[in-house]
């Protein structure tokens, strides 16, 4: 089986870094993804690791360490509309591909 | 401009009733997938299809039923065996398993049962 585990919640200061850890526990996947959901709206793709290492794109980070069955969002440069739900997801090679979410992490930008 | 559609945004559902979500996307996409989503949590998979007329069912599939019959369609019926429907539910679609790994989401039907 596959599952996905998030802390639930990260409060953090305009201006700042924050990093969202995932480790999860699956028999083989094709990488690693991270969505943002507003609250009442439809989740949006933020980042892709295919591949272990750093992924780049604007202000957002995505780390993946298959070995260490472990990945990370890393956030700079918070801003306020930045406070959302954050969910990394993984697509199995078994299970004819089920795409599957972790719990979110709640992350709060204080001014 | 091509996206995925859900309707309606919201429904009304009395107790023991059948009602079907509708799913619709162009983006010609060959997987797609449902998902609750309760105050609070996170994303629970209910049902998926990776082509058309054939699908598998996830997490928590019990009182739900789905049809693949076109590639650009995935209505979701919630039966009255589903004893707690009011929830969020989301579709989404991607690329074939095996592909890059974005999933793009409809905006979503909020269900209750009054």
């Known amino acids: 089986g596959q599952s996905l585990e998030q802390p639930s919640e990260v409060t953090a200061v305009e201006g700042a870094i924050v990093q969202i850890n995932c480790t999860y526990q699956?028999?083989?996947?094709?990488?690693l993804s991270w969505y943002q959901q507003h609250d009442g709206g439809a989740p949006t793709f933020l980042s892709y690791?295919?591949?272990?290492g750093l992924e780049e794109t604007g202000r957002f980070s995505s780390f993946l360490s298959r070995s260490d069955s472990y990945g990370y969002l890393l956030l700079q440069e918070l801003q306020m509309k930045d406070s959302a739900s954050y969910f990394c997801?993984?697509?199995?090679?078994?299970?004819?591909?089920?795409?599957?979410f972790g719990q979110g992490t709640e992350l709060s930008v204080k001014p | 401009d091509g996206g995925i559609t859900q309707s309606p945004k919201y429904l009304f559902r009395k107790e023991g009733q059948n009602v079907t979500l509708s799913c619709e996307q162009n983006?010609?996409?060959?997987?797609m997938y449902w998902y609750r989503q309760d105050p609070g949590q996170g994303l629970r998979l209910i049902y998926y299809?990776?082509?058309?007329?054939?699908?598998q069912k996830g997490d928590i599939a019990e009182g739900y039923s789905v049809s693949r019959e076109k590639k650009e369609s995935f209505p979701l019926t919630v039966t009255s065996a589903q004893k707690n429907p009011t929830a969020f539910y989301l579709c989404?679609?991607?690329?074939?398993?095996?592909?890059?790994?974005?999933?793009?989401f409809g905006q979503g039907t909020r269900l209750t049962v009054v």
């Open positions: 983006l010609n996409h060959d997987a």
């Open positions: 299809s990776q082509i058309v007329n054939d699908f």
């Open positions: 989404a679609s991607s690329m074939a398993q095996g592909a890059m790994g974005e999933a793009f």
């Open positions: 997801a993984v697509r199995g090679h078994n299970q004819g591909g089920k795409l599957i």
């Open positions: 699956t028999s083989g996947f094709y990488g």
């Open positions: 690791n295919a591949l272990d």
